[in-house]
Antibody, heavy 124, light 108 residues
């Protein structure tokens, strides 16, 4: 079955960096766009970034542009999120989610399925 | 950016009742590119509806979506205990992708 497993969360000081990973299985990873979505404690959902099936196109929310970088390694079926210059407002559960297959615009598709999430806490 | 406003914020209903959730967009959502998700405490969101009205695989037919343009609705025809959760709408017709603030369906 399709499975997404995030890792790499933890407690980090403001201004520091963290890299999240999302291991995918049960589907042909290199044929799908992939997203990161986050949820601050007790709050709603916020889309963070998307990467196309081949890594050639990447798009970001304004709130993370210039600080976060999405990438993927199709040989390892793994999605990444490099988070630099972290701020307290980046504290959230970060979910990876599968987007659309390669014939879709990477942004024009729903999210299904989602991983279980990994918590990132930015605090001194 | 398309802003999605969900109403009501909280819906208090009893099992067996009908739930009607609204999602209003600040501008037209192209091609009815609107999805609905269900989230239970401590769990990841789960896709219910895509394309405004198509049920995702495995979703019971008591869930239905409708609407177009700027007004969309999620209807749960008869609530069962496992339906009490938070529901989010999301548009994917325009970048950045955006979510509504959510509607909590709670047991009355």
């Amino acid at each position: 079955q399709v499975q997404l497993v995030e890792s790499g969360g933890g407690v980090v000081q403001p201004g520091r960096s963290l890299r999240l990973a999302c291991a995918a299985s049960g589907f042909t990873f290199n044929r799908y766009a992939m997203h990161w979505v986050r949820q601050a404690p007790g709050k709603g959902l916020e889309w963070v970034a998307v990467i196309s099936y081949d890594g050639s196109n990447k798009y970001y929310a304004d709130s993370v542009k210039g600080r976060f970088t999405i990438s993927r390694d199709n040989s390892k079926n793994t999605l990444y999120l490099q988070m630099n210059s972290l701020r307290a407002e980046d504290t959230a559960v970060y979910y990876c989610a599968r987007g659309g297959p390669l014939y879709y615009d990477s942004r024009s598709h729903w999210f299904d399925p989602w991983g279980q999430g990994t918590l990132v806490t930015v605090s001194s | 950016e398309i802003v999605l406003t969900q109403s009501p914020g909280t819906l208090s209903l009893s099992p067996g009742e009908r739930a009607t959730l609204s999602c209003r967009a600040s501008q037209s959502v192209s091609s009815s590119y609107l999805a609905w998700y269900q989230q239970k405490p401590g769990q990841a969101p789960r896709l219910l509806i895509f394309g405004a009205s198509s049920r995702a695989t495995g979703i019971p037919d008591r869930f239905s979506g409708s609407g177009s343009g700027t007004d969309f609705t999620l209807t749960i025809s008869r609530l069962v205990p496992e339906d009490f959760a938070v529901y989010y709408c999301q548009q994917y017709g325009s970048s950045p992708l955006t979510f509504g603030g959510g509607t909590k369906v709670e047991i009355k």
